[in-house]
Protein backbone atom coordinates (compact mmCIF):
# COMPACT_ATOMS: atom_id res chain seq x y z
CA UNK A 1 0.00 0.00 0.00
CA UNK A 2 1.31 3.78 -0.88
CA UNK A 3 2.48 5.63 2.15
CA UNK A 4 -0.25 8.73 2.55
CA UNK A 5 1.27 11.65 1.34
CA UNK A 6 0.27 13.69 4.65
CA UNK A 7 2.65 10.88 6.22
CA UNK A 8 5.26 10.98 3.68
CA UNK A 9 5.81 14.90 3.99
CA UNK A 10 6.12 14.15 8.21
CA UNK A 11 8.67 11.09 7.50
CA UNK A 12 11.04 13.17 5.49
CA UNK A 13 10.86 15.97 7.95
CA UNK A 14 11.59 14.21 10.54
CA UNK A 15 14.48 12.92 9.62
CA UNK A 16 15.91 16.07 8.94
CA UNK A 17 18.64 17.41 11.07
CA UNK A 18 17.25 20.02 13.67
CA UNK A 19 18.51 22.23 16.88
CA UNK A 20 17.24 20.51 19.72
CA UNK A 21 14.14 22.98 21.38
CA UNK A 22 14.47 24.71 24.45
CA UNK A 23 12.16 22.88 26.85
CA UNK A 24 12.19 22.77 30.88
CA UNK A 25 13.70 19.56 31.64
CA UNK A 26 11.47 16.98 33.27
CA UNK A 27 12.81 14.42 36.28
CA UNK A 28 10.52 11.49 35.08
CA UNK A 29 12.94 9.33 33.25
CA UNK A 30 11.74 5.82 31.16
CA UNK A 31 12.72 2.16 32.23
CA UNK A 32 15.98 1.18 30.92
CA UNK A 33 14.36 -2.03 30.06
CA UNK A 34 14.72 -2.92 26.42
CA UNK A 35 12.12 -5.03 23.94
CA UNK A 36 9.20 -3.00 25.35
CA UNK A 37 6.73 -0.24 24.22
CA UNK A 38 7.28 2.33 26.57
CA UNK A 39 3.80 4.29 27.29
CA UNK A 40 4.03 8.00 27.86
CA UNK A 41 0.63 8.93 30.38
CA UNK A 42 -1.13 11.76 31.95
CA UNK A 43 -3.28 14.05 32.33
CA UNK A 44 -4.36 16.50 29.31
CA UNK A 45 -1.91 19.21 29.01
CA UNK A 46 0.49 18.01 31.59
CA UNK A 47 3.56 17.76 29.22
CA UNK A 48 3.52 14.27 27.53
CA UNK A 49 4.18 15.76 23.88
CA UNK A 50 6.52 17.95 25.54
CA UNK A 51 8.28 14.88 27.26
CA UNK A 52 8.55 12.64 24.14
CA UNK A 53 10.73 15.86 22.74
CA UNK A 54 13.27 15.62 24.55
CA UNK A 55 13.88 12.18 24.08
CA UNK A 56 13.89 12.62 20.98
CA UNK A 57 16.76 15.83 21.59
CA UNK A 58 18.52 13.29 24.05
CA UNK A 59 18.77 10.55 21.19
CA UNK A 60 20.07 13.04 18.66
CA UNK A 61 22.75 14.14 20.80
CA UNK A 62 24.25 11.10 20.23
CA UNK A 63 22.79 9.50 17.36
CA UNK A 64 22.42 10.78 13.36
CA UNK A 65 18.89 12.38 13.05
CA UNK A 66 17.64 9.09 10.66
CA UNK A 67 18.17 7.26 13.81
CA UNK A 68 15.67 9.50 16.17
CA UNK A 69 12.32 9.67 14.67
CA UNK A 70 9.76 12.05 15.97
CA UNK A 71 5.95 11.89 14.58
CA UNK A 72 2.56 13.26 15.45
CA UNK A 73 -0.53 11.93 14.24
CA UNK A 74 -2.24 14.70 15.73
CA UNK A 75 -3.33 16.23 12.19
CA UNK A 76 -6.57 16.53 10.87
CA UNK A 77 -5.77 15.32 7.22
CA UNK A 78 -4.89 11.74 8.93
CA UNK A 79 -8.09 11.19 10.19
CA UNK A 80 -9.32 7.64 9.44
CA UNK A 81 -6.01 6.14 8.21
CA UNK A 82 -5.68 2.67 9.18
CA UNK A 83 -2.96 0.38 10.85
CA UNK A 84 -1.80 -0.81 7.69
CA UNK A 85 -0.56 2.87 6.92
CA UNK A 86 1.91 2.13 9.91
CA UNK A 87 3.19 -1.20 7.77
CA UNK A 88 4.07 1.42 4.87
CA UNK A 89 5.66 4.13 7.13
CA UNK A 90 7.86 1.51 8.30
CA UNK A 91 8.89 -0.21 5.04
CA UNK A 92 9.73 3.48 3.31
CA UNK A 93 11.72 4.26 6.49
CA UNK A 94 13.79 1.27 5.42
CA UNK A 95 13.23 2.13 2.34
CA UNK A 96 15.46 5.08 2.60
CA UNK A 97 17.75 3.63 4.64
CA UNK A 98 18.09 0.23 4.00
CA UNK A 99 21.47 -0.07 5.58
CA UNK A 100 20.15 0.17 9.14
CA UNK A 101 17.39 -2.82 8.57
CA UNK A 102 18.67 -5.63 10.84
CA UNK A 103 21.93 -3.93 11.91
CA UNK A 104 21.11 -0.98 14.46
CA UNK A 105 18.66 -0.06 16.84
CA UNK A 106 16.19 3.09 15.79
CA UNK A 107 14.29 5.17 18.04
CA UNK A 108 10.80 6.18 17.09
CA UNK A 109 8.46 8.42 19.22
CA UNK A 110 5.00 8.28 18.11
CA UNK A 111 2.67 11.34 19.80
CA UNK A 112 -1.06 10.95 19.70
CA UNK A 113 -0.59 7.14 18.24
CA UNK A 114 -4.05 6.59 19.44
CA UNK A 115 -5.66 7.79 16.70
CA UNK A 116 -4.39 5.11 14.69
CA UNK A 117 -6.84 2.25 15.01
CA UNK A 118 -5.26 -1.48 15.82
CA UNK A 119 -1.35 0.64 16.59
CA UNK A 120 -1.03 -1.72 18.98
CA UNK A 121 -1.16 -4.47 16.36
CA UNK A 122 1.58 -2.45 14.92
CA UNK A 123 3.84 -1.70 18.35
CA UNK A 124 3.74 -5.78 18.78
CA UNK A 125 5.03 -6.64 15.20
CA UNK A 126 8.04 -3.69 15.71
CA UNK A 127 9.09 -5.54 18.85
CA UNK A 128 9.01 -9.25 16.78
CA UNK A 129 10.81 -8.49 13.96
CA UNK A 130 12.67 -5.07 14.08
CA UNK A 131 15.42 -3.26 15.60
CA UNK A 132 13.23 -0.40 16.96
CA UNK A 133 12.83 0.56 20.73
CA UNK A 134 9.28 2.45 20.38
CA UNK A 135 7.65 5.19 22.67
CA UNK A 136 4.22 6.43 22.64
CA UNK A 137 2.56 8.75 24.10
CA UNK A 138 -1.29 10.71 23.85
CA UNK A 139 -4.47 11.45 25.22
CA UNK A 140 -5.46 9.44 28.33
CA UNK A 141 -8.79 9.06 26.69
CA UNK A 142 -7.81 6.10 24.81
CA UNK A 143 -4.31 5.34 26.03
CA UNK A 144 -3.97 4.40 29.74
CA UNK A 145 -1.66 2.21 31.29
CA UNK A 146 -4.13 -0.75 32.07
CA UNK A 147 -5.31 -0.98 28.88
CA UNK A 148 -1.66 -1.00 26.76
CA UNK A 149 -0.53 -3.61 29.15
CA UNK A 150 -3.93 -5.81 27.97
CA UNK A 151 -3.27 -4.69 24.27
CA UNK A 152 0.66 -5.32 23.95
CA UNK A 153 0.35 -8.72 26.25
CA UNK A 154 2.16 -7.45 29.09
CA UNK A 155 4.94 -6.20 26.73
CA UNK A 156 4.63 -2.62 27.63
CA UNK A 157 5.67 -0.19 30.24
CA UNK A 158 4.26 3.06 31.61
CA UNK A 159 5.88 6.58 32.41
CA UNK A 160 4.05 8.90 34.06
CA UNK A 161 4.11 12.66 33.32
CA UNK A 162 2.51 14.71 36.01
CA UNK A 163 2.41 18.84 35.95
CA UNK A 164 5.51 20.23 37.20
CA UNK A 165 7.14 19.67 40.58
CA UNK A 166 8.08 21.90 42.70
CA UNK A 167 11.64 21.43 41.44
CA UNK A 168 10.69 21.55 37.90
CA UNK A 169 8.62 24.85 39.01
CA UNK A 170 11.85 26.07 40.38
CA UNK A 171 13.73 24.90 37.23
CA UNK A 172 11.17 26.45 34.30
CA UNK A 173 11.94 29.90 36.25
CA UNK A 174 15.64 28.82 36.15
CA UNK A 175 15.72 29.28 40.26
CA UNK A 176 16.61 25.53 41.06
CA UNK A 177 18.87 25.24 43.58
CA UNK A 178 22.37 24.50 42.70
CA UNK A 179 23.17 23.51 46.71
CA UNK A 180 21.26 21.32 49.40
CA UNK A 181 18.95 23.25 51.37
CA UNK A 182 21.12 23.21 54.42
CA UNK A 183 23.78 25.49 52.70
CA UNK A 184 21.42 28.06 51.21
CA UNK A 185 21.99 31.57 52.36
CA UNK A 186 19.09 33.68 53.91
CA UNK A 187 18.19 34.99 50.72
CA UNK A 188 18.11 31.77 49.03
CA UNK A 189 16.15 30.22 51.64
CA UNK A 190 12.98 33.28 51.62
CA UNK A 191 13.04 33.27 48.07
CA UNK A 192 12.38 29.27 47.90
CA UNK A 193 9.71 29.91 50.52
CA UNK A 194 8.01 32.57 48.17
CA UNK A 195 8.15 30.62 45.27
CA UNK A 196 6.96 27.16 47.01
CA UNK A 197 3.91 29.48 48.34
CA UNK A 198 3.19 30.63 44.71
CA UNK A 199 3.34 27.27 43.36
CA UNK A 200 0.69 26.03 45.99
CA UNK A 201 -1.52 28.72 44.90
CA UNK A 202 -0.39 28.57 41.06
CA UNK A 203 0.32 24.51 40.64
CA UNK A 204 2.23 23.29 37.38
CA UNK A 205 0.41 22.62 34.33
CA UNK A 206 2.95 24.26 31.96
CA UNK A 207 1.40 26.54 30.07
CA UNK A 208 -0.76 28.17 33.53
CA UNK A 209 2.96 29.67 34.31
CA UNK A 210 3.15 33.47 34.62
CA UNK A 211 -0.31 33.91 33.84
CA UNK A 212 -2.46 36.36 35.63
CA UNK A 213 -4.95 34.64 38.25
CA UNK A 214 -7.83 35.25 36.03
CA UNK A 215 -6.40 33.55 33.14
CA UNK A 216 -5.09 30.80 34.72
CA UNK A 217 -8.45 29.73 36.57
CA UNK A 218 -9.90 30.14 32.87
CA UNK A 219 -7.51 27.43 31.84
CA UNK A 220 -7.67 24.87 34.56
CA UNK A 221 -11.41 25.08 34.04
CA UNK A 222 -11.18 24.22 30.80
CA UNK A 223 -8.67 21.83 30.88
CA UNK A 224 -11.20 19.82 33.60
CA UNK A 225 -14.27 20.52 31.04
CA UNK A 226 -11.72 18.41 28.56
CA UNK A 227 -11.19 16.03 30.56
CA UNK A 228 -14.83 15.61 31.76
CA UNK A 229 -16.07 15.62 28.32
CA UNK A 230 -13.39 13.43 26.33
CA UNK A 231 -12.20 11.37 28.57
CA UNK A 232 -14.82 10.54 30.81
CA UNK A 233 -18.75 11.48 29.03
CA UNK A 234 -17.47 10.36 25.32
CA UNK A 235 -15.59 7.89 26.01
CA UNK A 236 -17.58 5.97 28.58
CA UNK A 237 -21.11 7.01 27.06
CA UNK A 238 -22.05 8.65 30.30
CA UNK A 239 -25.59 9.88 29.64
CA UNK A 240 -26.09 11.51 32.87
CA UNK A 241 -23.73 14.93 32.60
CA UNK A 242 -25.25 16.56 35.06
CA UNK A 243 -24.52 14.28 37.81
CA UNK A 244 -21.17 13.47 36.18
CA UNK A 245 -20.09 17.59 36.57
CA UNK A 246 -21.49 17.97 39.60
CA UNK A 247 -19.10 14.81 40.96
CA UNK A 248 -16.15 16.85 39.30
CA UNK A 249 -17.02 20.09 40.50
CA UNK A 250 -17.73 18.37 44.71
CA UNK A 251 -14.49 16.55 44.18
CA UNK A 252 -12.36 19.56 43.24
CA UNK A 253 -14.17 21.88 45.83
CA UNK A 254 -13.55 19.49 48.57
CA UNK A 255 -9.74 18.66 48.03
CA UNK A 256 -8.19 16.04 50.54
CA UNK A 257 -11.60 15.26 51.94
CA UNK A 258 -13.10 11.63 52.90
CA UNK A 259 -15.47 10.48 50.76
CA UNK A 260 -17.61 7.26 50.28
CA UNK A 261 -19.81 6.24 47.70
CA UNK A 262 -22.89 6.12 49.99
CA UNK A 263 -22.43 9.70 51.10
CA UNK A 264 -21.96 10.95 47.34
CA UNK A 265 -24.80 9.07 46.28
CA UNK A 266 -27.42 10.55 49.03
CA UNK A 267 -25.65 14.13 47.94
CA UNK A 268 -26.47 13.39 44.32
CA UNK A 269 -30.37 12.72 45.21
CA UNK A 270 -30.49 15.76 47.32
CA UNK A 271 -29.44 17.96 44.65
CA UNK A 272 -32.19 16.20 42.15
CA UNK A 273 -29.72 13.72 40.26
CA UNK A 274 -31.01 10.38 41.19
CA UNK A 275 -28.31 8.22 39.48
CA UNK A 276 -27.24 4.62 40.28
CA UNK A 277 -24.81 3.57 43.40
CA UNK A 278 -23.03 1.52 40.44
CA UNK A 279 -22.49 4.92 38.78
CA UNK A 280 -20.87 6.72 41.28
CA UNK A 281 -18.35 4.00 41.67
CA UNK A 282 -17.83 4.20 38.17
CA UNK A 283 -17.57 7.67 37.76
CA UNK A 284 -14.83 8.06 40.45
CA UNK A 285 -12.59 5.43 38.75
CA UNK A 286 -13.45 7.11 35.56
CA UNK A 287 -11.81 10.42 36.99
CA UNK A 288 -9.43 8.40 38.52
CA UNK A 289 -8.61 6.55 34.94
CA UNK A 290 -8.28 9.99 33.36
CA UNK A 291 -5.46 11.23 35.57
CA UNK A 292 -7.52 14.15 37.10
CA UNK A 293 -7.75 12.89 40.83
CA UNK A 294 -5.81 10.74 42.97
CA UNK A 295 -7.57 8.24 45.51
CA UNK A 296 -5.82 7.33 49.27
CA UNK A 297 -7.10 4.52 50.67
CA UNK A 298 -7.38 3.59 54.70
CA UNK A 299 -3.54 2.13 55.20
CA UNK A 300 -4.86 -1.58 56.12
CA UNK A 301 -3.86 -5.21 55.43
CA UNK A 302 -7.68 -5.75 55.64
CA UNK A 303 -9.38 -5.66 51.91
CA UNK A 304 -13.01 -5.20 54.04
CA UNK A 305 -11.66 -2.48 56.16
CA UNK A 306 -9.92 -1.21 53.32
CA UNK A 307 -13.36 -0.86 50.73
CA UNK A 308 -15.75 -0.02 54.16
CA UNK A 309 -13.58 3.49 54.91
CA UNK A 310 -13.69 6.57 52.91
CA UNK A 311 -10.82 7.20 50.34
CA UNK A 312 -9.33 10.71 50.04
CA UNK A 313 -9.31 12.42 47.34
CA UNK A 314 -6.68 14.60 46.02
CA UNK A 315 -6.52 16.90 42.38
CA UNK A 316 -4.20 16.44 39.95
CA UNK A 317 -2.55 19.76 40.41
CA UNK A 318 -2.55 21.95 43.33
CA UNK A 319 -3.80 24.72 41.15
CA UNK A 320 -6.82 23.03 40.45
CA UNK A 321 -7.99 23.77 44.05
CA UNK A 322 -7.82 27.64 43.54
CA UNK A 323 -9.89 26.87 39.96
CA UNK A 324 -12.50 25.98 41.40
CA UNK A 325 -12.61 27.17 45.02
CA UNK A 326 -15.72 29.15 45.21
CA UNK A 327 -14.82 30.73 48.48
CA UNK A 328 -12.10 32.76 47.47
CA UNK A 329 -9.87 32.02 50.22
CA UNK A 330 -6.19 30.55 49.86
CA UNK A 331 -6.40 26.93 50.66
CA UNK A 332 -2.87 26.34 51.69
CA UNK A 333 -3.64 23.18 53.98
CA UNK A 334 -5.18 21.18 51.51
CA UNK A 335 -2.69 22.66 48.66
CA UNK A 336 0.21 21.17 51.08
CA UNK A 337 -0.96 18.26 51.63
CA UNK A 338 -1.97 17.37 47.56
CA UNK A 339 1.80 18.31 46.82
CA UNK A 340 3.36 16.01 49.05
CA UNK A 341 1.22 13.11 48.08
CA UNK A 342 1.88 13.46 44.26
CA UNK A 343 5.90 13.99 45.38
CA UNK A 344 5.52 10.48 47.46
CA UNK A 345 4.05 8.90 44.10
CA UNK A 346 6.81 10.15 42.09
CA UNK A 347 8.96 8.48 44.70
CA UNK A 348 7.16 5.29 44.16
CA UNK A 349 5.88 4.62 47.31
CA UNK A 350 2.41 2.91 48.05
CA UNK A 351 0.53 5.91 49.82
CA UNK A 352 -2.43 5.11 52.51
CA UNK A 353 -3.92 7.28 55.46
CA UNK A 354 -4.11 6.26 58.95
CA UNK A 355 -7.00 5.97 61.23
CA UNK A 356 -6.03 5.43 65.21
CA UNK A 357 -7.97 3.73 67.61
CA UNK A 358 -8.62 6.51 69.34
CA UNK A 359 -10.42 8.38 65.86
CA UNK A 360 -7.23 10.44 65.41
CA UNK A 361 -6.11 10.51 61.88
CA UNK A 362 -2.59 10.46 60.31
CA UNK A 363 -1.93 12.21 56.61
CA UNK A 364 -0.09 9.45 54.59
CA UNK A 365 1.81 6.22 55.39
CA UNK A 366 4.35 5.82 52.76
CA UNK A 367 5.80 2.14 52.36
CA UNK A 368 9.27 2.73 49.93
CA UNK A 369 10.33 0.27 47.06
CA UNK A 370 13.72 -0.35 48.46
CA UNK A 371 12.50 -0.44 52.56
CA UNK A 372 11.58 1.94 55.26
CA UNK A 373 8.05 3.76 55.57
CA UNK A 374 7.00 7.02 57.03
CA UNK A 375 4.29 8.26 58.88
CA UNK A 376 3.77 11.95 57.60
CA UNK A 377 1.37 14.77 59.05
CA UNK A 378 1.14 17.95 57.13
CA UNK A 379 0.43 20.70 59.16
CA UNK A 380 0.02 24.22 57.09
CA UNK A 381 -0.67 26.65 60.58
CA UNK A 382 0.99 25.57 63.30
CA UNK A 383 -0.14 28.33 65.40
CA UNK A 384 -3.00 26.85 66.68
CA UNK A 385 -1.88 25.10 69.79
CA UNK A 386 -5.41 22.79 69.68
CA UNK A 387 -4.51 21.54 66.60
CA UNK A 388 -0.87 21.25 66.33
CA UNK A 389 -1.50 19.21 69.47
CA UNK A 390 -3.95 17.15 67.58
CA UNK A 391 -1.73 16.18 64.84
CA UNK A 392 1.64 15.18 66.99
CA UNK A 393 -0.82 13.58 69.19
CA UNK A 394 -2.24 11.31 66.08
CA UNK A 395 1.62 10.62 65.29
CA UNK A 396 2.15 9.42 68.21
CA UNK A 397 -0.61 7.12 68.41
CA UNK A 398 0.39 5.89 64.83
CA UNK A 399 3.70 5.34 65.88
CA UNK A 400 2.82 2.70 68.17
CA UNK A 401 1.33 0.80 65.68
CA UNK A 402 3.68 1.78 63.16
CA UNK A 403 7.11 0.95 65.23
CA UNK A 404 9.17 0.96 62.36
CA UNK A 405 8.15 3.90 60.94
CA UNK A 406 10.13 7.34 60.59
CA UNK A 407 7.24 10.11 62.39
CA UNK A 408 7.53 13.14 60.02
CA UNK A 409 5.82 16.22 60.19
CA UNK A 410 5.86 18.33 56.71
CA UNK A 411 5.25 22.38 57.75
CA UNK A 412 5.17 25.33 55.60
CA UNK A 413 8.27 27.16 55.89
CA UNK A 414 11.56 27.24 58.72
CA UNK A 415 9.93 29.57 60.52
CA UNK A 416 7.11 27.40 61.05
CA UNK A 417 9.71 24.54 61.54
CA UNK A 418 11.23 25.85 64.38
CA UNK A 419 7.90 26.26 66.37
CA UNK A 420 7.68 22.15 67.11
CA UNK A 421 9.09 20.15 69.09
CA UNK A 422 8.17 16.71 69.98
CA UNK A 423 10.19 14.22 70.59
CA UNK A 424 10.25 11.58 68.49
CA UNK A 425 8.87 13.44 65.40
CA UNK A 426 11.54 15.09 62.36
CA UNK A 427 10.11 18.38 61.59
CA UNK A 428 10.38 19.24 57.98
CA UNK A 429 10.09 22.47 55.89
CA UNK A 430 7.76 21.15 53.20
CA UNK A 431 9.72 22.78 50.58
CA UNK A 432 12.93 21.80 51.62
CA UNK A 433 12.16 18.37 51.54
CA UNK A 434 10.49 18.17 47.88
CA UNK A 435 14.25 19.62 47.52
CA UNK A 436 15.97 16.75 48.75
CA UNK A 437 17.75 14.62 45.87
CA UNK A 438 15.42 13.40 43.18
CA UNK A 439 14.51 9.60 44.11
CA UNK A 440 16.03 10.13 47.34
CA UNK A 441 13.42 7.73 49.80
CA UNK A 442 13.29 8.66 53.04
CA UNK A 443 16.11 7.76 55.27
CA UNK A 444 15.51 4.24 55.48
Known amino acids: MPLHPVLDEKLSAALQPAEP ?114 VVSGSSARLLS ?34 PPRRWTPAERSLVERRFREFLLEGGFPEAQHLAPALRVELLQGYVDTVL ?8 GISQVAAMRWVVRHCLRNPAGSFSVHRLHQDLRSQGLGVARDLVHAMLAHLTDAFLLSSVWLATDSERQRNSNPRKLYPADPGLIGAFDASGRANLGHALETVVLHELEQRGAEVGYVKTEEGLEVDFLARYRAAGEDLIQVCADVTAKA ?17 RARRLMLVLDRESATR ?11 CEWLLETAGEEASA
Open 229 to 236: FRDVVERH
Open 420 to 430: VHAAGVQVEPA
Open 21 to 134: ERFTRRDAQLPAVPGKVHSVIGMRRAGKTTFLRQLLDARRAELPPELALYLSFDDDRLAGIGVDQLGSLLEEYYRRHPSLRGRTTAYWFLDEIQLVAEWERFARRLLDTERIEL
Open 146 to 179: REVHTSLRGRGMATSIRPFSFREYLRHRNEEPAK
Open 387 to 403: TLERELNALEAAGRAHR
